[in-house]
């Protein structure tokens, strides 16, 4: 009723000052009109805006009330904590998925995320089937490696807590903690009758933002797993260190990269191209959030040849080097669509040592285009037409996109991630491998092979042999080993279909002789897909030995679109012609 009364008086005044007899001077009247129009907008913004504060403040009231209620009259006891969280956390998944609460207890995960840095062992772990956390990898010079840890390693107890029954999120809490400090770690080593036992210390853990550089021909190759502080100059030690052994191309492999710091993503462009250029803005409700980067140094190299390797899990920071090198016609870009996620976050402190990582801004590349894919603001809009009708709205409009263009010319648009100047195609994984790689099978089999292998040849000499993949294959034919094929379900759900609608009897016969056809061999299976497989239980092996460096030296052997990067580079009419120079 206040806001009711507020906005009919000013309406009031407002009628009254526009009658007012006009002044013969013409001047005088012009600038009436125009205080007029500036009144009228700011009456209606300031009724919005109070509108909008009162909104707030009745919601936020009602949800206090609520609470109260609750925690006064519900039968039985609430933990504020927990029913809180899930308030918060319905809020925050309603607006999109970067949007996020972090508690006092979750802060080391924010931190993790911006600076890579977190207190602990150095490992990755996991769970078996059989519900027990192993370790599956130990990076190398890191406290888990240098201790004696090693892949398929049980977990059994840390000082006195008991790990039985624990997941993996629970296991590694645990296992971090503040650098310096020191506790007992119990496994059980597969194949040992014994436990064993590890005195650790924890370090302050900071994975290299480029586990790998190297030589390709005389093409310098560069992984960059994410945008972490200290990335530029990483990156810039690498291309020195490669230029000095020969390369005069440099690839840059942004696949798998979800991104990270923004400002390390301009300096990186700034590597490749001059000072003082736009490389993106960003754009915000906020005034703060308005922001345009530009580059402030001198330039690494600005005439080297540059791929740029990309995918769907290229996203954000990685958009943004790869998006901006492509609108200034730098680089070719070279994979299949990325990841589009066009969106700026920040974190804001909260009470009691929390924070909240929220989305502020969009951000824009050079030739001013927004490669966000997904509108949220759309989705929650269908959604409640679809909660209030029934029905679904499309939200994806591919036909209203805008296109823009590169520095010379060249057509790009909006709203679908980077699309690149040359798309490679794969082959999708078959299940058998999917489900191989991720097998507790695969793991027993690395371990038992690293117990009897002692060392194994560089990478580029190791392979498997046919006697290794013969033993592979009968551990998985005496395993429990299965996975979902796609044709059994199919046919299942056919079937299902045809009973229903009274067709099964008349095709029993025919059902039936596909069941014998498609019935489940794993034998055929794997000599189907034994290159693929080869491929997995190669990794397997190397990275035991080897480390993530390896590992990916391995990929390497066979990838397509390494390959087509130095084609691309070796053909500087191709080259040129892709960038319209």
Request: proline residues 3%.
């Amino acid at each position: 009723m206040k806001i009711l009364k507020y906005f009919t008086l000013s309406i009031l005044q407002f009628f009254n000052f526009l009658f007012l007899p006009l002044h013969t001077n013409q001047q005088i009247s012009m600038k009436r009109i125009l205080l007029l129009l500036v009144f009228s907008l700011s009456l209606f913004t300031s009724y919005a805006q109070l509108e909008h504060n009162f909104s707030v403040a009745k919601n936020l009231d009602i949800f206090n009330s609520i609470y109260r209620q609750l925690d006064i009259f519900y039968v039985d006891s609430l933990e504020a904590d927990k029913i809180i969280r899930v308030g918060i956390d319905a809020m925050t998944n309603e607006l999109d998925i970067y949007t996020k609460f972090y508690p006092e207890e979750d802060m080391g995960e924010l931190k993790m995320m911006t600076t890579g840095k977190y207190g602990g062992i150095g490992s990755i772990i996991r769970m078996r089937k059989d519900s027990t956390v192993i370790i599956q990898e130990p990076y190398p010079d890191m406290p888990a490696a240098e201790v004696g840890l090693q892949v398929g390693d049980v977990l059994l107890q840390i000082d006195d807590k008991d790990l039985k029954g624990m997941n993996t999120t629970e296991v590694s809490e645990l296992l971090r903690g503040e650098p310096g400090t020191t506790f007992m770690l119990k496994v059980q080593r597969p194949g040992e009758k014994k436990t064993r036992d590890f005195k650790i210390t924890r370090r302050s853990i900071k994975l290299p933002a480029i586990p790998y550089y190297g030589l390709m021909g005389d093409a310098g190759y560069i992984f960059l797993r994410e945008f972490t502080e200290g990335c530029t100059k990483d990156m810039r030690k690498a291309i020195i260190s490669l230029k000095e052994k020969g390369a005069k191309k440099i690839i840059l492999d942004l696949r798998n990269n979800g991104g990270g710091l923004l400002n390390e993503a301009v300096d990186m462009v700034n590597l490749f191209v001059p000072k003082n250029v736009k490389i993106v803005e960003t754009k915000g409700k906020m005034v703060a959030s308005n922001f345009s980067y530009s580059t402030k140094n001198d330039p690494l190299d600005l005439d080297i040849p540059l791929a740029v390797l990309v995918d769907d899990n290229t996203a954000s920071a990685a958009e943004i080097v790869s998006g901006a090198l492509q609108d200034l016609d730098r680089a070719v870009v070279i994979g299949c669509d990325t990841y589009g996620k066009g969106l700026v976050q920040s974190s804001r402190e909260l009470p009691y040592n929390g924070s909240i990582k929220l989305t502020t801004a969009k951000y824009y590349l050079p030739s001013g285009r927004c490669i966000q894919k997904i509108d949220y603001k759309k989705l929650r809009e269908a959604a409640e037409i679809y909660r209030a009708t029934g029905k679904r709205v499309d939200t994806k409009a591919d036909s209203t996109k805008q296109i823009f263009h590169t520095a010379g010319g060249r057509e790009v648009t909006e709203g679908n991630g980077i699309k690149p100047d040359i798309e490679v195609k794969h082959d999708t994984v078959a299940n058998i491998v999917y489900y191989l790689s991720n097998d507790d099978v695969m793991t027993d089999w690395g371990t038992k092979y690293y117990q009897n292998h002692p060392t194994i040849p560089a990478v580029k000499d190791f392979s498997i042999t046919d006697a290794d993949y013969a033993e592979f294959k009968k551990m998985v034919k005496d395993s429990d080993f299965k996975y979902d094929r796609v044709s059994e379900k199919r046919l299942a759900d056919l079937k299902k279909s045809a009973e229903f609608e009274g067709y099964y009897e008349d095709a029993k016969p025919e059902f039936e002789a596909l069941e014998k056809k498609l019935a489940h061999n794993l034998d055929r299976e794997m000599d189907r897909k034994e290159k693929e497989i080869r491929d997995v239980m190669a990794n397997e092996i190397v990275r035991r030995y080897y480390f993530q460096e390896g590992a990916i030296e391995q990929l390497l052997k066979d990838d397509d679109d390494s390959k087509r990067a130095i084609e691309v580079l070796n053909n500087p009419t191709e080259y040129n012609k892709i960038l319209g120079k």
